[in-house]
């Protein structure tokens, strides 16, 4: 059996041998390598440990994906994340904040373990990273807490000061860890100098220019007192790059942790903790009407020749094809205007900061947890000729960027396919615009070159969850028909499906226009029928009078 053990602490120090002759030891000791040392009494403080993303983990599961999660351990207090698992996820974004009161150097180690959640069978460890807490709270460069580049007070300020000390109380600290004496300020305003272990430091030298932020900024003093930490080697704020490890695997990376950690005295000066969730999203709702389309190819052929298409128009978000929208078909255009006053309404949730929508889908019918896609905010704008017997052709498409989106025209004269070449300086965002409708052209690109195809009248409109819960519209003319009211469209009596109307389709096709010829001919046909009726039966007539005379 292994031994027990019975270590009762660990030795955390530093040896150095000093080689002196008699001469030097008749003259002087050498200097103490710790002459100034911190307290070592203990000490209760507060441990943040911000854990922002995991980069590039190692896959661990089948499709060379991982489903990971957190452990933390502070001192004997234990943090476990595995409800909160991602899907399939080499590069998560965590977002945690781990809090633990805790007392050095009693608890001067931190764990933070990266986990791959299973749903079968014991979760597997992809890799961890081990913090000494003591050392950077005892460090003269101040690890416990990185400062920041400016001492901006401003509380509404997302930049605000958030160490509990300030910085000439901090930059006295740091004098008496390396045995200096304490910091001397002189002078005022541009002429504010400041004397550390003999060297000078005017406040000129560091703000040369303008700041963006000079009305929230700190007393001149405390400014000045930053830049000499900044000077002198001070930790500033940034977060670090840890590699993850495990023994499984000895000395080969599987992956990195993006953190930082504060480490803050417990008292009543404590700072209030930095959100660092991930962005939310925003539900929004996106309504399109379809009006009309103008100038669309006729891709067909009626029965007497006539060029003609039965259009109708499909709308879908990138990505969520499977979610498209289709307007009813007008059937039978021989102009290449189609009208529909067609109402689409699209659900989804927004990242405004990184201008994308958020979809969560199962990836294949065996997943059994749905992956988050991040997509752009681009909409597919199609227009199709409907058959009845084989595939819709696809006339033409476009596609419109709800941030980056080309002005419409207003007019369907002055709808050309040069508005895609509008400068990015003069597009719009529906999120700013809210509102915008006119006539964007579809085009057809298959050849190699766009071939303007048709134009299709939109609106788009754009709202969020309260606005559209307060102002509910249906999805084409479905009740509730409002903002706006859409009424049926005013079509041409020829449009019309003709399987479902033969009749109909004789009357305005042949009838409408031929009518008088078809009486004509049916009148000569009439006179043909009795003319050789005539002619059949006139021998057999002719015959029996011949016979009825004789016989009398």
């Known amino acids: 059996p292994e031994p027990e053990d019975h270590t009762v602490g660990r030795f955390k120090g530093s040896f150095k041998i000093y080689r ?58 234990k943090f476990d994340e595995s409800a909160y698992y991602q899907t399939k996820k080499i590069n998560p974004e965590f977002g945690k904040m781990f809090e633990a009161r805790c007392s050095l150097p009693r608890d001067s180690q931190c764990i933070i373990k990266v986990y791959d959640h299973d749903l079968i069978g014991a979760n597997d460890l992809i890799g961890q990273t081990t913090i000494d807490l003591e050392d950077r709270f005892l460090s003269w460069k101040r690890a416990n807490c990185g400062l920041s580049k400016q001492f901006i007070v401003d509380k509404d300020d ?55 932020k000079d009305g929230k900024l700190g007393s001149d003093e405390h400014r000045l ?53 991930p962005r939310q999203t925003e539900p929004f709702v996106l309504r399109l009407i379809v009006w009309n389309t103008h100038d669309v190819i006729l891709a067909d052929e009626n029965i007497m020749g006539e060029k003609m298409s039965d259009i109708f128009v499909k709308i879908y ?15 039978r255009s021989l102009t290449g205007e189609g009208n529909f006053n067609w109402r689409m309404c699209y659900d989804f949730d927004y990242l405004k900061p990184e201008q994308k929508v958020v979809s969560f889908q199962r990836k294949n019918f065996f997943s059994l947890d749905k ?17 009845t017997f084989s595939s819709n052709d696809l006339i033409g ?35 700013d615009k809210k509102k915008i409708r006119g006539f964007w052209p579809v085009f057809d690109d298959s050849m190699g070159e766009k071939e303007l195809t048709g134009k299709v009248d939109l609106e788009i409109e754009i709202l969020t969850g309260e606005e559209a819960e307060e102002k509910p519209a249906g999805q084409g003319r479905n009740s509730p028909n409002q903002y706006p009211t859409l009424d049926p469209p005013n079509r041409p ?11 109909k389709i004789f009357k305005i096709l042949i009838w409408d226009k031929m009518k008088w010829k078809i009486l004509t001919g049916f009148i000569i046909l009439l006179v043909i029928v009795l003319l050789g009726l005539f002619i059949y039966t006139s021998p057999q007539a002719i015959n029996n009078a011949i016979y009825n005379a004789i016989g009398k």
């Open 158 to 212: 997302k930049d605000v000061w958030r160490d509990h000390l300030k910085p000439i109380a901090i930059l006295k600290r740091v004098c008496v860890l390396r045995g200096w004496s304490q910091p001397v300020f002189k002078g005022k305003g541009t002429t504010l100098r400041c004397y550390v272990n003999g060297s000078e430091y005017k406040l000129k030298y560091f703000e040369s220019t303008k700041k963006e």
């Open 225 to 277: 007192a930053l830049y000499v930490l900044h000077e002198l080697g001070a930790v500033p704020e940034h977060f670090e790059s840890r590699t993850l490890f495990n023994d499984d695997c000895p000395g080969i990376p599987q992956g990195k942790l993006h953190l930082w950690v504060d480490i803050f005295p417990y008292d009543r000066n404590l700072p209030p903790p930095i959100d660092i969730r």
């Open 371 to 387: 992956e988050e896609e991040k997509l752009e905010p681009i909409l597919h704008v199609q227009v199709y000729d409907y058959d």
């Open 20 to 77: 002196i002759t008699e001469e030097q030891q008749q003259v002087e000791e050498p200097v103490l390598m710790f002459s100034n040392l911190p307290s070592n009494a203990s000490q209760d403080v507060i441990v943040r440990i911000y854990v922002i993303a995991a980069i590039n983990l190692t896959p661990l599961d089948y499709g060379g994906t991982v489903d990971p999660f957190l452990w933390c351990s502070i001192g004997k207090q």
């Open 317 to 331: 978000m990138e990505g969520l094809e499977k979610y498209n929208q289709e307007t009813d078909v007008h059937f």
């Open 493 to 503: 009596m020829t449009s019309f499906n003709f399987l479902f109307n033969p009749l």
């Open 397 to 431: 498409w476009c596609y419109l960027s709800l941030v980056n989106l080309p002005p419409p025209t207003k007019t369907s004269k002055e709808c050309k396919l040069d508005i895609f070449d509008t400068p990015t300086k003069d597009r719009i965002s529906i999120f």
